[in-house]
């Protein structure tokens, strides 16, 4: 469990609050995807979640501990973090070293510790490429590894931040997938953040930031079926509630607010049936 | 200045245990005042080929010429006039930020090449990409991610490029920034006349911003031709897992299952809803 209790955070010698008042409690297996205009302040609040930075004013527990000096390692080993930019991370000079550098000091065997090097790399596809230098990856690639790094240190918590902008529509596709597997399987608690209103309504929780207040906390749906002014947060409605708009203007009714092109479809096909 | 790619190919690090041939013998021709989407998936060599245009890599073997200006394997010749009229924006903003500040980071191009920027410029050029003037005055490692990808925008835009040669540009953006920006790369396209290669993930881009893609796999050019035109014979597109815009999509799902035809080439929003509406209301469905 996270629970964030008045938060608030000022970057050293800046004048502005990054955020301000944050109350959060998010549980152990809930996946939620932390969504809001850039500068908001989500990046800033995932560090906070880790450790990377610490709260200037109020209170951040990570599994009902607060943050010390001294627990600081055995939390961000259950904290697993991508970064926006993975170049952040590499820490090896190929890419199996990568992997390998988190597992160390974590008391594996040398045969699990290969079996996780291994798997974590099959299962982001990069198992051909595992002599080579992170560096020298392409910008899919670099996204890939980030993620490999993380997933074989098994933490019960993942943050990640904006880890598939540079993937094409099936890659990303099937890495969110992977992700959710792993999330029900593992009871593992997902915060993803992401500008992917697809990827949010894949979600149980969406959080969304405005100038570093909570601006809403509910379920992916409500936030676009209540009439909310998605815009001021640098939202915009995805094609499907654009064209449901579009055709309710022009007198098509909808019996329910349709989430996908197949709903769409067939609630088209039932209002022409009963015309 | 057209560009074009005869039979280039490019090996990193090569007659080393490490060698990669990331782009095998690739060949086309792009007119001058296009507007060009890149589409392929992770590492099939798209970050390769944009680079090779501005000269910052050499061809192994091939040529590459833009406009005038012809680049081989051997020649040694200056490349600085080039990138002059060749502005490219990296995948990855950070590796084209080093300076103290936003402002010094912005003004850097057009020092290197002697060309001088009022403050009026500077500020128009922030506010196109939708920052701030305050953000000048600040370090560009102090700031969000979207913040740092606008700003590499501007620091390419600010020299008005003939060529610009964008790298996922939109990635990290929030919707309406993307929005923003994508508008911003169409009308210097259209106002301008300038040349525009922008590799993308997004099918949407390529449907609604551009008049020609060119879809790589495994460094090989597959598939060249108007979006439209390819998106509505997709299959191979919706094989290789590249994905179909929503429109797309849309239009696909209703002809599959009641075997309306929408035009393809009317796939903006209104003109779908009035062609589905019409359809709907007609009644006389089972
Ligand atoms: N190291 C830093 N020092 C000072 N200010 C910073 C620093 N990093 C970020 N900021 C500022 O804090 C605010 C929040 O930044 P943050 O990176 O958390 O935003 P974000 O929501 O992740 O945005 P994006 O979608 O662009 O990644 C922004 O105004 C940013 O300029
Ligand atoms: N400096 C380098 N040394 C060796 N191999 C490299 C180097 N840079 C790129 N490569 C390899 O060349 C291939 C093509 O890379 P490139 O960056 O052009 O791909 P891309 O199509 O841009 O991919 P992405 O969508 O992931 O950014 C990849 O397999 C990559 O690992
Ligand atoms: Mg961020
Ligand atoms: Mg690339």
Redesign the pocket.
């Known amino acids: 469990m996270i629970q964030f209790s008045q938060v608030s955070y000022q970057?050293?010698n800046?004048s502005?609050w990054?955020l301000k008042n944050i109350d959060l409690t998010i549980n152990q297996g809930e996946w939620v995807s932390l969504i809001?205009?850039?500068?908001?302040?989500?990046?800033?609040?995932a560090k906070l979640i880790n450790g990377l930075l610490r709260p200037s004013e109020g209170e951040v527990m990570v599994g009902g501990v607060e943050l010390t000096d001294e627990n600081l390692w055995d939390i961000r080993r259950n904290v697993g973090m991508v970064f926006?930019n993975p170049e952040n991370q590499f820490v090896g000079t190929t890419v199996i070293d990568d992997v390998v550098f988190g597992l160390e000091n974590m008391g594996l065997s040398r045969k699990d510790m290969q079996y996780r090097v291994d798997e974590s790399l099959e299962l982001v596809g990069l198992s051909r490429y595992k002599y080579r230098e992170p560096f020298n990856l392409s910008g899919g690639q670099k996204q890939r590894l980030a993620i490999a790094s993380v997933l074989a240190m098994l933490p019960n918590i993942m943050v990640l931040?904006?880890a598939t902008t540079m993937l094409d529509s099936k890659g990303g596709e099937e890495l969110v997938n992977t992700m959710n597997r792993l999330h029900k399987e593992q009871q593992l608690t997902m915060i993803s953040?992401t500008?992917d209103m697809k990827e949010v309504l894949m979600a149980d929780r969406v959080i969304v930031?405005k100038e570093?207040s909570v601006w809403f906390d509910g379920k992916p749906v409500e936030l676009l079926q209540k009439d909310l002014r998605i815009e001021e947060v640098g939202l915009l409605p995805p094609f499907v509630v654009k064209l449901t708009n579009a055709l309710k203007k022009r007198g098509i009714t909808f019996k329910e607010e349709p989430l996908n092109i197949e709903e769409l479809v067939k609630q088209l096909w039932i209002y022409r049936s009963t015309t | 200045m057209d560009i074009s790619f005869d039979n280039v190919s490019y090996t990193y690090q090569p007659n080393t245990p490490l060698e990669h041939q990331a782009l095998r013998e690739v060949s086309f021709t792009i007119q001058s005042g296009s507007f060009v989407c890149i589409a392929g998936h992770t590492g099939s060599g798209k970050s390769t080929l944009v680079q090779l245009i501005n000269g910052l890599l050499r061809p192994t073997e091939g040529k590459v010429k833009v406009g005038d200006f012809s680049l081989t394997s051997n020649k040694n010749h200056s490349v600085r006039d080039l990138r002059k009229n060749v502005g490219i924006v990296f995948q990855y903003p950070e590796h084209q930020l080093f300076e103290e500040t936003v402002k010094e980071d912005i003004l850097f191009g057009p020092r290197n090449f002697g060309v001088t920027v009022s403050d009026e410029q500077l500020h128009q050029v922030i506010e196109h990409v939708g920052l701030e003037p305050s953000i000048l005055e600040?370090s560009p490692?102090?700031?969000?991610?979207?913040?740092k990808r606008r700003v590499a925008i501007a620091s390419v835009l600010v020299l008005e490029p003939k060529v610009l040669i964008l790298d996922e540009p939109t990635a990290?953006l929030?919707p309406t920034g993307e929005q923003q920006i994508m508008k911003l790369f169409q009308r210097l396209h259209r106002e301008k006349d300038m040349t525009i290669m922008m590799i993308t993930h997004d099918m949407e881009h390529a449907l609604n911003y551009a008049n020609h893609m060119l879809v790589f796999e495994q460094g090989r050019l597959m598939l060249e031709g108007n979006p439209t035109n390819l998106f509505s014979n997709g299959d191979y597109l919706e094989t290789i897992g590249l994905g179909l815009p929503e429109a797309i999509k849309l239009i696909n799902e209703v002809k599959r299952l009641t075997g309306l035809n929408i035009s393809y080439d009317r796939h903006s929003i209104e003109d779908i809803a009035v062609q589905l509406s019409n359809w709907a209301k007609a009644g006389g469905g089972q």
Do not use: A, M, R
């Open positions: 970057y050293p800046q502005d990054v809001g205009h850039n500068g908001s302040g989500k990046s800033t609040l926006q931040d904006e953040i500008h930031l570093g | 600040k490692f102090e700031i969000s991610g979207g913040q990290g929030d």
